[in-house]
């Protein structure tokens, strides 16, 4: 069964990855409460350079329904502002002049259910993904059985442990999914 190890620990590491990109994507969606992950696809021209805004500026979530970027360089201050109003979140910063803040609108009813929709969906891609690794993990398992790098058994154990950790796994992303429904249909 040491044989085929390193094609399992690939696999487990397939899918931790797939999970982790998931969760990093669910936390960009917007669901009503104030997150600072909402702003970690924006980026803003600074000195000639597309830089992450949580490397040009403080950002906090003082209250459910505000975001608060305080740059480190005042001029940066309308620049931030139009990437804000360019990105796809729909949101509308006001600039005092030192600080921009960011009110979060509450979602209406209709697009609540347009999220859930959106995220059921991505689920799924990431389940499809991780059947896909599962799929690759397979393969070589039976290329190495074919080649005779590895026993009949133990083949049949590496599978059993491949069908397993693929489970886990999709029930990691089934459990991000019900947490992730659950805070958009939140009022």
Do not use: W
Not at 7 to 17: A, D, G, M, N
Not at 42 to 63: C, F, H, K, M
């Amino acid at each position: 069964m040491a044989e085929a190890e390193p094609v399992l620990e690939k696999l487990k590491q397939e899918l931790e990855s797939t999970v982790q990109a998931l969760r990093r994507e669910l936390a960009r969606l917007r669901t009503g409460r104030a997150t600072t992950a909402l702003l970690d696809g924006i980026t803003v021209d600074y000195y000639g350079a597309r830089t992450p805004l949580n490397q040009v500026a403080t950002l906090s979530a003082p209250e459910p329904r505000l975001l608060v970027i305080q740059p480190f360089d005042r001029s940066l201050l309308g620049e931030i502002e139009r990437a804000i109003q360019q990105s796809d979140l729909g949101l509308h910063p006001v600039n005092d002049g030192k600080i921009i803040r960011v009110p979060i609108p509450e979602l209406t009813e209709e697009r609540r259910k347009e999220l859930v929709r959106h995220v059921r969906k991505m689920c799924e891609e990431y389940r499809v993904s991780a059947r896909n690794h599962r799929r690759e993990a397979v393969e070589r398992l039976r290329t190495m059985l074919k080649n005779k790098e590895l026993a009949e058994d133990d083949e049949r154990k590496a599978l059993e442990k491949v069908e397993s950790l693929t489970k886990t796994y999709i029930e990691r992303i089934d459990q991000a999914l019900k947490h992730k429904e659950a805070e958009i249909m939140e009022v």
